[in-house]
């Protein structure tokens, strides 16, 4: 199916619903590595990439974004793969544009923080960074993509160095960092380090991964009162609070080794908290509302329902009634 509309267009008149979170659920099923984190997945087992657009799209997701975060240069490079660099990263967009036709899906390319840049030294960093970006954008250019998104930074040195390479493809730029500490790694604040994308021309900015609803609600309400360009917000699913704020830091009380990366189910929210986030975050203006690391479909179908929408697979969400009943026909509540 063609798509009259691109992004720009369509965030013009309601709320685009995002899903991410590629990485922990390809992990869950057995197809990719954690710690790497390198999506290997798509040239190994494209059709579990595929899967996985499918019923994202099934489940209300607008977008489907290619698979190609961590597949840059030094990341590829560092697992032996560094000769199938271009093949990945077509590749994952070819799997991303198969599905959208399935739906009136948009199909993003995608860039990830490079590991690579120092604010210290940002005329060295530039020099390594810009290419490993600017031949992913390339690739993502020449297989069609609606937009580009560029995720989880955490300098506003590098998102520059990302936003300037997308915008010389003429697409439309979604840029957003990934707030685990209270300011950007080279010191702004989140709210001026969106406002200073929008100043160099981002269609798009705001903040996704690192910490979940509770503890990055605060900082969207902050970006919504500073920009006036769309928003977007995609955390984690996870249970952050104060105490501990990112996802990264999470471990049970009395435990001494965090949970992140394998051992975070038991901080996972149900679909209903995620359902909860969409409403809030739609109330106080944010235009793009996804999920990120550890999201799974029925996040995202809940989301989309919470909105308003009727999925695909919406079909088979449960009833109300049985939300709070055990198998044999009783409140689990009343069941001693």
Known sequence: MENSEGIIERLKKDTVLGAEGYLFELERRGYLKAGPFVPEVVLDFPDAVKELHREFLRAGAEVMVAFTYYAHRDK????GREKHLELLNRTAVKLAREI????????????????KYDHTRPKESEKIVRPMFEEQVQWASEEGVDFIIAETLDYVGEALIALDVIRQTGLPSMVTYTPI????????????????????????????CGRGPNTIYRFLKDIRGSVKCF???????????????????????????????VALDPFLHTRFEMADFAVKARDIGVNYIGICCGGAPHHVRAMAEALGRTTPSSRYSHDECMQNVSFDGKPICDVD
Not at 100 to 115: D, R
Not at 188 to 195: E, G, H, K, L, N
């Open 181 to 208: 500490l209270e300011k950007s790694r080279d010191g702004y604040t989140w709210s001026d380090a969106c406002r200073i994308l929008e100043d160099n021309g981002a269609d798009i900015v705001g903040l996704n």
């Open 100 to 115: 959208a036709g399935e739906g009136n899906a948009l199909v993003a390319g995608n860039l990830s923080e490079s590991w």
């Open 76 to 79: 590829m490079k560092a697992v």
């Open 231 to 261: 928003v977007a917000a995609q955390p984690v699913p996870y249970r952050t609070t104060d105490k501990q704020p990112y996802f990264q830091k999470l471990q049970e009380i009395g435990e001494t080794s965090c949970a992140f990366p």
